[in-house]
Structures are given as structure tokens and as C-alpha cells.
């Protein structure tokens, strides 16, 4: 494998000359740029960046890394259409519907600008996209995307489609092109987490954006960078890492360099009067403070899951939904049983009417897979998981001991200090 920048991305798709109609929503549309943004890393097979000059870019990587971010950075570079189908239901023949829909200033026709890879359009939120137009929803829609690739073999070495998911959907995306159309070229990427030098960068992007005018941030930058040394020499002893091995580690890369906890520790340090008081307590309390960021994150996250799923249950839904549906304490107890293989029962607090609840039980199975803590039926991110169990422990509910022991130092150093809201 070996890392490309975006803007290598960026230069092998082309800016399109055909857009969506004024005033149109609802359909494919031009994001606005995020703010703030730093490119993450990117990842392929091999040396040649030329190796992504396909008609298909499979972009995957863990959840909650940038992914939509991404997308829409590529969309306001370019003017390229996004799909966004977490919003947009799809089925048979959506994609060359929707590309009818564009319009440009020389009356051409959009499906032949699309055969040429002159339309590149980017898919984003497929994880999301299997709970609202469900399983048969989107393979109907990637069955008869490739049959449109497959009516034009003109061009076969321009990208036309950009998707962008978790590494399960991805997976699953990519075995069902292979095997319906096995002649449709493409390519993968990986979103990385990020590095230390991008990692510095975003934490500083956030706080800058945050910051109000005369805050300590800006008027004081030298204790704020000292800070950020200070909380990632924090992480790194909370995790038991010995001194300059954070960004060598697997686990200390995957923690420090990901964007929900960069984000978090940004936006707080923008709000910090006392640099230095909160730099001595990091160091004074041996790592602990920085578990303090960890929980944070980990609830900000599952808050998130909660609203997504949240959504396209109250759309299916007769009935009020209560608060405990998909929330903290009922995620943690369903991704505990999901990982240890047990009957997903969760916390047994939800009540809702039968058909709802029947339905509440069918969006978890579908969704649970793509959890962001869950990567191939375990927890993708030790540091994320060893919280989670203690949570669960902390609430009486079983953990295999092989799990216990595998996670027991990080466990040890997590222990649960407060019970989730509800």
C-alpha cells in the first residue's frame, strides 16, 4: 500500500460541465465546501496513482474518519454531483434517472457526458442507504447502475462513480459488481486515520474555527500548541504506551489520529482560559484526564448513531418514539451482544407497539453491522471497545473472559466513572 494525496484524486476526475437544475432538492446536488477541513490520508494498492484511473473508486474507511467531509471537499473542488443516500431513496434505475435530471449550457446530453467520464458523481453514505431504501432497495440500484456502465464500453479508464462507505458496504458493493459485471473496471482506496503532523493541523483547524474573537487561543498560540503536546503525551500514557511510541502504535494511531477526537479536543481548546492549569492536570493525573476526552467522544458518537437511526424509525413509525430507543445505554448493550454473539435483546427499556417494535428490531440488525465501533463482528478500535465493555461490566451484563483479558489493560485504565445519560 502506499499514500496518495487528495489532490491526486482530484486530478484524475473530471470537472463536469452539467448540473443540477436551479433551484432543484432532493436529488443529486453541488456541496458547499466544509469548514474547517484537512485532507486526510489516502491509501492504494500499489505506487502508481494511475491505478485509480477506473470507471469505479471504491473509497472505504472506518466510521466517523471524514468520509462525507471528503465527499463533499471533492464535490465543491469539482462542481461534481453528490448522491447522498442517506436522504435520497434508491431502487432500480435511480442513478440513470438522476442523471437525466442534470442540464448544461449546451443542451448535451448528461447519460453520454456520463459514459465518457465527464460526470464523475460520488455516492456517498451507502451504510446508510441500506436502512432507508433497505437491503433490496440498493441492490436493485447497484444491480442496474452496472447494467448502465455496461451499455456504453467506450470509455473504461475515466472514473464515473465515486463511492464512499464503511469497508463492510464497500465490501459488499464491490463482491456484487464483480460478480453482475465483472468487466467494470475499478479501484480501492482507504481513508486513513490520520497522522501526527495531519492530526496537529485539524485540532488547530477546529480550535480556529471555534475560537472567538480575542480568546486566549489567539491571542496566547505557543501555550496552546504546548497543550496539544501535552494532551498527546497524555493519551499515550493512558494507553500505556512508552514515551514516542504513540504514532508508531497501531492502536495510539488509531485513537490520536481520529477525527472525532480531534474535533472534540479542538473545539475545547478554544474555549480554555488557563493553558497551563489544564496542561499541569494532564500531567499530574497520569493520563486520566485524557479519558475524560475518550468518554466524551464516545458519547458524542453514539448520540450521533442514535439521531441517524432515529430518523428513518419515526418516518416508519405510527407511534411516539420514546427517548430510549437506539440511545446510549441501549447501543452499548447491543453492540456488547452483538460482538460476544448473543441474542440482540439490548436493555429491554424500549417499549413501543408491536409492529413498531418489530420494526425497531429489523433497523437494528441491519444497522448494528456498520455500528461505527464494530469492524468485521468486533470492535474495530480497542480504545473505543475497552470503554465499552467496562460500560457494560459496570451495568452487570455478560463479557466472555477471552474478551476481559484481551482488553484488560486498556479496561483497567477506563474504569467507568459515571453512568450514560438517558
Known amino acids: 500500500m502506499s499514500e496518495i494525496a487528495l489532490n491526486v484524486l482530484i486530478n484524475v476526475l473530471s470537472r463536469p460541465v452539467h448540473f443540477p437544475k436551479a ?7 453541488i456541496a458547499e465546501p ?43 473542488t469539482l462542481k461534481a454531483p453528490i448522491l447522498d443516500l ?7 434505475g435511480s442513478l440513470h434517472t438522476l442523471l437525466t435530471d442534470l442540464e448544461a449550457a449546451d443542451k448535451s446530453d448528461p ?8 460526470i464523475p458523481v460520488i455516492i456517498d453514505a451507502l451504510d ?38 464503511r469497508f463492510e458496504s464497500i465490501e459488499l458493493a464491490r463482491q456484487w459488481i464483480e460478480l453482475t459485471a465483472p468487466g467494470i473496471t475499478r479501484a480501492t482506496a482507504k481513508v486513513e486515520f490520520f497522522d501526527k503532523e495531519g492530526a496537529w493541523q485539524l485540532i488547530q483547524a477546529y480550535a480556529a474555527t471555534v475560537a472567538k474573537p480575542g480568546s486566549q487561543y489567539q491571542q496566547h498560540p505557543e501555550p496552546a500548541r504546548d497543550l496539544i503536546a501535552t494532551y498527546f503525551d497524555a493519551i499515550e500514557n493512558a494507553l500505556g504506551l512508552a514515551a514516542g511510541e504513540l504514532w508508531q502504535n497501531e492502536q495510539g494511531r488509531v485513537f490520536a489520529g481520529y477525527a472525532p477526537v480531534l474535533a472534540a479536543v479542538g473545539s475545547i481548546l478554544a474555549e480554555i482560559d488557563d493553558f497551563i492549569t489544564v496542561a499541569n492536570n494532564l500531567k499530574s493525573h497520569d493520563g486520566r484526564e ?78 448494528l453491522p456498520h455500528h461505527p465501533f464494530i469492524r468485521r463482528h468486533e470492535f474495530g478500535n480497542a480504545v473505543l471497545g475497552s470503554t465499552m465493555v467496562a460500560r457494560a461490566v459496570y451495568h452487570g451484563r455478560s463479557i466472555s473472559q ?12 477506563s474504569a467507568p466513572t459515571r453512568r450514560p445519560s438517558r
Open 23 to 29: 433551484g432543484q432538492t432532493g436529488r443529486l446536488f
Open 402 to 413: 477471552d474478551r476481559l483479558i484481551s482488553l484488560s489493560r486498556l479496561w483497567r485504565q
Open 128 to 165: 446508510e442507504g441500506r436502512l432507508l431504501s433497505n437491503e433490496t432497495g440498493i441492490e436493485c440500484f447497484l444491480a442496474t447502475t452496472a447494467e448502465l456502465l455496461l451499455s456504453n464500453r467506450s470509455v473504461t479508464s475515466r472514473p464515473k462513480l465515486v463511492f464512499l462507505a
Open 111 to 118: 447519460v453520454a457526458a456520463f459514459h465518457e467520464g465527464k
Open 34 to 76: 466544509p469548514r474547517p477541513f484537512v485532507a486526510p490520508r489516502l491509501e492504494i494498492r500499489g505506487k502508481d496513482p494511475s491505478v485509480i484511473q477506473k470507471e469505479i473508486i471504491f473509497i472505504e474507511a472506518s466510521a466517523a474518519v471524514g468520509k462525507s467531509t471528503l465527499a463533499r471537499q471533492v464535490s465543491a
Open 290 to 367: 485524557a479519558w475524560g476526552v475518550i468518554e466524551a467522544v464516545l458519547y458524542e458518537i453514539l448520540s450521533r448513531e442514535q439521531a441517524k437511526l432515529w430518523e428513518l424509525l419515526s418516518a416508519q413509525c405510527k407511534s411516539a418514539l420514546p427517548d430510549e430507543v437506539y440511545d446510549a445505554e441501549e447501543q452499548m448493550a447491543l453492540l456488547a451482544q452483538y460482538v460476544e454473539s448473543k441474542p440482540l435483546e439490548g436493555t429491554g427499556r424500549v417499549a413501543l407497539p408491536l409492529a413498531d417494535m418489530r420494526k425497531y428490531n429489523d433497523m437494528v440488525r441491519t444497522y
Open 86 to 92: 442517506a436522504k435520497i431513496p434508491v431502487s432500480t
